[in-house]
């Protein structure tokens, strides 16, 4: 069994963030990363589950990821604001859960190093109802939500254009350096 879980960020019928920047959205972006990560970790997506809501579908995706246990479970979206100044990385912990701040820590330094974008703060996630916060609160393993970039900012989407390969390797960086947190 495979150690680690990776959740494609939203679904296949409500596709997140659009940048048109990149020309694409957070689950089909993610998807092509995710695609390159199938050697080191299981994939999971949010079902599509007609006439429910999305609290629902993400509570049928997280049972589903509960039945495994796995040392670490990372969720992919991007980030987008309605200000295209703002940029930079960022990761969502759990707020008391110490080894996944410090992977989140990591995580920011990372895509700086490796991509040249800005570190922003990291968003504790105290409550279910907090953007990410149900999907983290519900998680039973140790889970980080990571926005290595803004969709909506043209500099941080410029390091991302055609990155997917590139982005999947620095996941399965922060995997591997994971044991040593
Ligand atoms: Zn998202």
């Not at 089909?28 to 006439?51: G, I």
């Not at 105290?126 to 939500?145: D, E, F, H, V």
């Amino acid at each position: 069994m495979k150690k680690v879980a990776i959740i494609i960020g939203h679904r296949s019928g409500n596709k997140g963030a659009k940048s048109e920047w990149l020309g694409t959205n957070e689950y089909d972006y993610m998807k092509a990363v995710a695609l390159h990560l199938k050697d080191v970790a299981d994939v999971y997506e949010r079902p599509n589950t007609p006439f429910v809501t999305e609290a629902y579908r993400i509570k049928q995706l997280t049972n589903k990821v509960n039945k495994k246990s796995y040392d670490l479970v990372l969720s992919l979206h991007f980030n987008a604001f309605k200000d295209d100044n703002a940029h930079g990385s960022t990761a969502l912990h759990y707020v008391t859960n110490k080894r996944t701040k410090r992977l989140g820590q990591r995580f920011t330094q990372l895509i700086n190093l490796w991509f040249g974008v800005a570190q922003r703060d990291l968003i504790p996630i105290t409550s279910k109802y907090q953007r990410g916060g149900a999907l983290i609160m519900n998680i039973n393993a140790p889970a980080l939500l990571l926005e290595p970039f803004f969709g909506s900012n043209p500099a941080d989407c410029v390091n991302f254009y055609d990155a997917e390969e590139k982005y999947a390797e620095l996941i399965k960086e922060l995997i591997c350096e994971y044991l040593y947190l």
